[in-house]
C-alpha cells in the first residue's frame, strides 16, 4: 500500500466549523490540512518562563478541564548548591494562581518548569494501550480516543511523566491534546496562545521554515527523561539536570 | 502526601481489585501446577487434590477477571480486548491467553477427567440437574473402555500443556507490571518469575488448606502422606520464592539508581507494615521455618497438620501482602521520585473494601456449586480402585 | 474406524471451539468500528473528531483584523510579543459574533502584578516589581498603557474599539 496516500486525511469536518474570521486571517488552513505535512512538537524555554500560570488557566478554558487534573502544569524548582538530586519542587494547584514570591533568595537556584504531553515519538503509553483506544496520529500527536477507551489506567501507569490521568466523571483516560482542533486549523495551542512570554512554541518538525530547526542548532536542548527513550517531542532549553 | 507529586498522580488509579487480580489468578496457576503434580509427574501421594484442585482452580478462574471488570470505568466496552487487541499491549494479549487457558485447558481436561461420571449422573439424576448434566455430556454417552483410555491420553496431553499456559496465564500478569520502564518498583525482569512461584506457593497453600477443611467437614480422616508431600512441595517452591524475592531486593539495595532513596524510604515508612513486618517475617520467614522443622524434625501428626494449616494461611496472607505491596507500594511514590502520596480503601465505593471481600469469597461459593456438581471424592476411591 | 468412534466426544468439544470462534468472528466484524486500522491500530475517524471540536481562543490573528489600531500600538511597544488572549481571556465567540459578547476590560490590579510581581524565582531580566512600594495604591494604567507600556509612549485610556 501507498504509505503516503495512506496517511493523507483531509480534514473536511473542520473546514465545517473553522469559521470565516480564523481562515482570513490563515487562509493556508484547515480544509487543505495534510497530516502527512505535519509532525508536530513543543519549545519550551525554561530561561523565559516566568510561573504565571497562564498556560494552566488557558488550557482549561479551552478544555473544559475537570478540576485537580491538568493536562499542563506549572513547576517551580528551587535547587540548591549541595541538593542536586534532591531539589524542593512545588506546584500549588498546578501552578495555576501563579505561584508565592521568593523575595529573598536563601541561596541556590530557581527556575519555573511547565510541563504538559512530551507526544512521545516511541510513546510508552501508546504501547500499553490494549485496545487501541491511544495512538499516535499520522502527524505525530499522541491522541485519546475517549468512545473507545475503556478506562483500564494501563496508559496512566506507563506514562513516566504523570500527563495522563482519568477524567472524574467521562471515566476515561484524558491529556493534553496539543490543541489538535486548534493546530489543525492553523491556529497555535491554547498555552502558547496565552503564554506572554514566548516559553512555549508549537514546533512542526515537518516543516522546513518551522524556527524550530534554527533553535535546536543553535541552542543546548534537552528533553525530559532522556535515559527511558521515549522520543519525547516537548523540547526544553535551558533543562537543569535535576528536573524529572 | 508528602513531598513533590506530579499534580496528576494524587489520586492512586489501580486500587484494592487490582491487587486481587494477581491474587486470584495467582491462585489459579498454583492450584493447577499442584494437580499436575499427579497427572504429569507422577505423584501419587497427592491424589487425593487432584481433582479438587481443578475445582479449585476453575473456581477462582471463573472469578479472576470480575476484579477488572469492577474497575473499569467503561466495563461494557470490555469486548473490545478480544475485537480489537493492541499487539503491543501485554494486558490485550493477556485477554487471549486467559480465554485459552480457561477453555483449552481447564474446561477441557476437568471434562475428559469427569466425562464418566457426567454421563452416569445424567443418566441417574432427575429433573434440571439431568438437564445440566445431559448438556455437559455434549450428546456422547461413549464411556466405553477405549473411549476412557483416549480420554485419559488425551488429559495428560492437556496437563502438559497446561503447565506452560498455568506459567503464562500468571507470567503474563507480572509482565504487565515488570514491563513498565516508568515505574521502577515495577520494572525488573524478576517481577514474572517471583509472580510465578508466589503464585504457586499460594495457590498450592489454598488447595491444601481447602483439602483440609472440606476433609474435616466431610469428618473424614485427612490423608497424611497427601498433606505431607502437599507441605513438601510447597516449602520447597516457597524456598525459591523467597530465594528470587531476596535476589530482587538485594539487587535493588545494592545497585541503588535514581530511585533508590524513594523507594527505600517508602519501605520504612508507608509499607514497612505491609512489606516488612507481614510479608517478609510473618508471611515468609515464620512459616519457612515452621514447615522447615516439618521436614527435620520427628513431630506427631498432629503437630504437622496443624503447622501446615498455620504456615497455609500465613502463606495465603504474606502473598496477598505480597501483591498489595507491589499494586498499590508502587503508586504511593511520584514518578519524579520527590514525594509520596497515601492510599485510603473506601469501605462500600464500587471499588471498595466490600467489593473486594466478595470477591474473595465468590470463589469459595463457584467451589461450592462445582463441589455439589463434580462431586470429586465419592468416585475417586472407585476409580482409584480401576486404576 | 473404530479409533474416531471412541474419540468422537472429543470432536464434539473441538465442534464448540469452532461455533464459538464463526460466532465470535461474524460479532467481531459487526461491532469493530468501521474506521478502525485505516492508519494504525485505532479508530482513524477519532483524528477528524478531535480536530472538528470548536475552538475558545480565537488567536491574535482574529483579534487583529478589526483592532487595528491597538495592534499597531501593541506591535511598537514592549507587550508586541503578548498576544490579545493572554490578558483578556478567550474570546472565540466575541471573534464570531462582535455583538454577541462584549468582553469586559480586565482589572489591571489583577493581572499585571500576575506577571510584574518581584520573585527571586524569575528570569533576572524580566522586569518586576514590588506592587505595595511601587504604585503605592495607584492603578497602574494611570502611568503605563497595558498595550505600550513603557513610560512616554502613547498615553493610557485610549480604549479600544472595532473599527
Redesign the interface.
Known amino acids: 500500500m501507498n504509505i503516503t496516500r495512506r496517511h493523507i486525511l483531509i480534514l473536511l469536518p473542520a473546514a465545517a466549523v473553522a469559521w470565516k474570521s480564523v481562515l482570513a486571517g490563515t487562509p493556508e488552513d484547515s480544509p487543505n490540512y495534510n497530516m502527512s505535512e505535519h509532525w508536530w512538537g513543543m519549545l519550551i524555554d525554561i530561561s523565559k518562563c516566568i510561573g504565571c500560570g497562564n498556560c494552566v488557566r488557558a488550557c482549561q478554558t479551552e478544555n473544559d478541564l475537570p478540576d485537580g487534573f491538568f493536562r499542563t502544569w506549572v513547576e517551580r524548582y528551587h535547587r540548591s548548591d549541595w541538593h542536586l538530586e534532591n531539589p524542593e519542587v512545588i506546584s500549588p494547584d498546578g501552578g495555576k494562581e501563579g505561584f508565592p514570591s521568593v523575595q529573598d533568595d536563601p541561596g541556590g537556584e530557581y527556575f519555573f518548569v511547565p510541563k504538559m504531553c512530551n507526544h512521545c515519538a516511541d510513546s510508552p503509553c501508546t504501547q500499553v494501550c490494549p485496545v487501541g483506544a491511544t495512538f499516535i496520529s499520522p502527524d505525530g500527536v499522541v491522541l485519546i480516543d475517549q468512545t473507545y477507551c475503556m478506562g483500564c489506567a494501563y496508559c496512566v501507569q506507563a506514562c513516566p511523566y504523570g500527563c495522563r490521568y482519568i477524567h472524574p466523571t467521562k471515566k476515561v483516560a484524558d491529556k493534553c491534546t496539543l490543541c489538535y482542533h486548534r493546530i489543525t486549523k492553523g491556529l497555535t495551542t491554547a498555552c502558547c496562545e496565552a503564554c506572554p512570554t514566548g516559553t512555549r512554541q508549537l514546533a512542526d518538525l515537518k516543516n522546513p521554515k518551522d524556527p524550530i530547526h534554527e533553535f535546536l542548532k543553535t541552542h543546548k536542548v534537552q528533553v525530559l527523561k532522556p535515559q527511558l527513550a521515549t522520543g519525547a517531542k516537548a523540547f526544553y532549553n535551558d533543562l537543569d539536570g535535576s528536573v524529572r | 502526601m508528602s513531598g513533590y507529586m506530579y499534580p496528576n498522580e494524587i489520586t492512586l488509579y489501580w486500587s484494592v481489585l487490582i491487587v486481587l487480580y494477581p491474587y486470584i489468578t495467582g491462585l489459579v496457576a498454583g492450584a493447577f501446577i499442584l494437580a499436575s503434580l499427579e497427572r504429569v509427574f507422577r505423584v501419587e501421594a497427592v491424589k487425593p487434590t487432584y481433582r479438587l484442585a481443578l475445582l479449585t482452580a476453575m473456581a477462582f478462574l471463573l472469578v479472576a477477571p470480575l476484579p477488572l471488570l469492577f474497575h473499569l470505568g467503561h466495563p461494557e466496552r470490555s469486548w473490545e480486548m478480544y475485537f480489537t487487541p493492541h499487539s503491543t499491549s501485554a494486558m490485550a494479549m493477556f485477554g487471549y491467553v486467559y480465554l485459552w487457558y480457561l477453555m483449552a485447558v481447564l474446561s477441557f481436561e476437568i471434562w475428559l477427567d469427569y466425562r464418566r461420571e457426567i454421563v452416569l449422573l445424567s443418566q441417574s439424576s432427575k429433573g434440571l440437574l439431568r438437564l445440566v448434566y445431559k448438556i455437559m455430556t455434549l450428546g456422547s454417552t461413549n464411556i466405553g473402555e477405549r473411549a476412557l483410555h483416549i480420554d485419559e491420553r488425551v488429559g495428560w496431553i492437556v496437563t502438559l500443556i497446561g503447565i506452560p499456559s498455568a506459567f503464562l496465564l500468571h507470567g503474563y500478569v507480572g509482565f504487565i507490571f515488570g514491563s513498565l520502564k516508568s515505574n521502577p518498583w515495577w520494572s525488573s525482569p524478576l517481577t514474572p518469575v517471583v509472580f510465578i512461584f508466589s503464585a504457586m506457593v499460594s495457590g498450592i497453600a489454598a488447595v491444601m488448606l481447602i483439602y483440609m477443611a472440606i476433609t474435616k467437614l466431610r469428618r473424614q480422616p485427612i490423608d497424611t502422606r497427601c498433606v505431607d508431600t502437599v507441605a513438601m512441595y510447597m516449602f520447597y517452591i516457597f524456598i525459591i520464592d523467597f530465594s528470587l524475592e531476596m535476589l530482587d531486593l538485594v539487587h535493588r539495595i545494592y545497585e541503588a539508581d535514581e530511585s533508590f532513596r524513594s523507594l527505600n524510604f517508602m519501605a520504612h515508612t508507608k509499607l514497612f507494615f505491609s512489606q516488612i513486618v507481614l510479608q517478609m517475617f510473618l508471611g515468609t520467614l515464620l512459616p519457612l521455618i515452621l514447615l522447615f522443622l516439618t521436614q527435620i524434625v520427628q513431630l506427631s501428626e498432629i503437630a504437622r497438620k496443624r503447622i501446615y494449616a498455620f504456615s497455609g494461611c500465613m502463606i495465603l496472607i504474606s502473598v496477598f501482602a505480597m501483591r498489595w505491596n507491589v499494586v498499590i507500594g508502587g503508586q504511593l511514590f511520584s514518578k519524579s521520585f520527590l514525594g509520596y502520596t497515601t492510599y485510603k480503601v473506601g469501605l462500600v465505593t464500587h471499588e471498595g473494601l466490600l467489593v473486594a471481600l466478595g470477591l474473595i469469597l465468590l470463589p469459595l461459593f463457584f467451589l461450592w456449586v462445582l463441589l455439589k456438581l463434580l462431586p470429586p471424592w465419592s468416585e475417586s476411591g472407585a476409580s482409584a480402585a480401576a486404576d | 474406524m ?2 474416531f ?6 470432536f ?2 473441538a465442534g ?2 469452532v461455533v ?1 470462534f464463526l460466532v ?1 468472528w461474524v ?2 466484524g459487526f ?3 468501521k474506521s ?1 486500522g ?7 475517524a ?17 483579534c ?2 478589526c483592532h487595528t489600531d491597538i495592534a499597531s500600538t501593541k506591535a511598537g511597544g514592549k ?1 508586541a ?3 490579545c ?3 483578556h ?2 474570546l472565540a465567540k466575541h ?2 459574533d462582535p455583538t454577541s459578547l462584549t468582553p469586559p476590560k480586565p482589572d489591571t490590579a489583577v493581572l499585571c502584578v ?2 510584574h ?7 533576572k531580566d ?1 522586569p518586576q516589581i514590588d506592587a505595595v512600594s511601587h504604585a503605592n495604591g495607584v492603578p497602574c494604567e494611570t502611568c503605563h498603557n497595558p498595550h505600550s507600556p513603557a513610560i512616554g509612549a502613547p498615553p493610557a485610556a485610549a480604549k479600544g474599539g472595532a473599527q
Do not use: I, M, T, W
Open positions: 473404530n479409533g468412534k471412541d474419540a468422537g466426544h472429543l464434539r468439544f464448540l471451539f464459538a465470535f460479532v467481531r461491532v469493530v468500528p478502525f485505516q492508519y494504525g491500530h485505532y479508530r482513524a477519532a483524528v477528524s473528531e478531535y480536530a472538528a471540536r470548536p475552538v475558545k481562543f480565537a488567536g491574535h490573528q482574529a487583529e483584523a507587550h510579543q503578548v498576544n488572549e493572554a490578558c481571556g478567550a471573534a464570531e500576575r506577571c510581581a518581584a520573585s527571586a524565582a524569575k528570569p524580566f
